[in-house]
């Protein structure tokens, strides 16, 4: 059984696991506010693309709740206002956009007779649903990855891309854990994916619980591996995918895809349709989030640089499409332009 990062609360807040605490302890909370899921998203308490639309859309249900007397112009106007702290937490996952984008217009189309409180109600189904699509989604992923991965395979993947990246069982993770239900010998060697580790702390900790044998590598031990005949498969997953197949994921991606093709080595990419944004031509279009630099500057409250010296910190990179072997979404192994995607 894979982890569940993302649930309702019985009291109607937003039930998360605060993945900055793992895999030392595995801490829940319940965010009552819009503002608080917005400084979840923001501070990596609840990161991966599907998974931040996932929580943007019910923190906009728990934003909304205290208002659901209101007069539905005041109702529909604090909706905006909510979507919009929501949305400006991190601009590179397009999930977080369209998750928001299908909340507002949800509303909108609301009979006009409607009041807040029926409204609200409409809002509570429409996350909901967000959340148990993606899911869908996920196992769907799985299924088209599954033939990529018999017994015996050793797949290498980057970042969390997994069950606590998501509302399901993941994307790149979601082939491995299939496998693995299906009786097949799985190695998965998993990047610890400086600076915030989310290969190590994460990745790790989900596959580890899940029984599936995983082996923690430093980033810089990829290419080595490969050249030793020692990888058979990588598979990772994206933030967001352009039209033409160029698409952003955690930094580090780009190389990992240029190491893959100088060995041979197939390079899968893996995402619900929900994180294809069809209106983008290609990757140079896509936003990248920069990090603060004490993220590289510190490890565990230690400095590790000189506190005078300045850091680069970029979240995510851009993998041109042509590194790429081929997309696994829910709709199966596709290859790209992408026209049909989500709009935001
Ligand atoms: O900064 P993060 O941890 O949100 O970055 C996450 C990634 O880059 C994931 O690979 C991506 O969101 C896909 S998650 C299914």
């Known amino acids: 059984m894979s982890v569940q990062a993302i649930a309702w609360s019985p009291s ?18 319940d965010l009552e506010s819009g503002e608080a899921v917005a400084d979840a998203i923001r501070t990596l308490q609840v990161r991966g693309a599907p998974l931040i639309g996932i929580a943007a859309a019910m923190g906009l249900v728990a934003g909304t709740r205290e208002l659901r007397g209101a007069p539905r112009d005041a109702f529909l106007a604090r909706i905006d206002q909510v979507a919009r702290l929501l949305g400006a937490t991190r601009p590179t996952a397009v999930n977080l956009r369209w998750a928001l984008a299908r909340m507002v217009r949800a509303a909108a ?21 967000i ?5 869908a989604m996920c196992r769907r992923i799985g299924e088209a990855g599954l033939p990529l991965v018999p017994t015996g395979t050793k797949v290498l993947t980057h970042c969390n891309a997994g069950a606590l990246a998501t509302g399901g069982i993941g994307t790149a993770l979601a082939p491995i854990y299939l496998a693995h239900d299906a009786g097949r ?12 580790l989310q290969g190590a702390r994460l990745t790790a900790w989900e596959l580890w619980r899940a029984g ?21 498969l990588v598979i990772v997953g994206a933030d967001r995918i352009a039209a033409n197949g ?12 240029v190491l893959a093709r100088h060995h041979g080595v197939p390079f899968y990419c893996a995402a619900p349709s929900s994180t294809i944004d069809a209106a983008l031509a290609d990757g140079d279009g ?10 590289l500057k510190t490890f ?4 590790v640089a000189p506190p005078a010296v300045t850091a680069l910190n970029p979240a995510f990179d851009i993998t041109p499409a042509r590194y790429v072997t081929g997309f696994l979404t829910d709709r199966g192994l596709e290859h790209p332009p992408f026209t049909d995607g989500v709009r935001p």
Not at 185 to 196: N, S
Not at 221 to 227: I, V
Request: proline letters at 6%; a negative charge; glycine letters at 6%.
């Open 246 to 257: 160029d698409f952003a994921n955690k930094i580090g991606t780009y190389s990992l895809a």
């Open 286 to 295: 896509i936003p990248i989030e920069e990090r603060g630099p004490d993220e």
């Open 131 to 135: 959340w148990e699509e993606d899911r």
């Open 212 to 232: 599936i044998p995983c082996t923690v590598i430093a980033d810089g031990a990829a290419g080595s591996l490969m050249r030793q005949a020692r990888v058979d």
């Open 12 to 29: 109607g807040a937003v039930h998360i696991i605060d993945q900055r605490a793992l895999p030392e302890a595995q801490i829940e909370r």
């Open 185 to 196: 010998q799985v190695d998965v060697f998993v990047d610890e994916t400086r600076p915030v």
């Open 109 to 129: 189309q609301t009979p006009e007779t409607w009041g807040a409180s029926a409204i609200w109600e409409r809002l509570q189904a429409e996350a909901t649903a």
């Open 300 to 303: 565990a409250g230690r400095a």
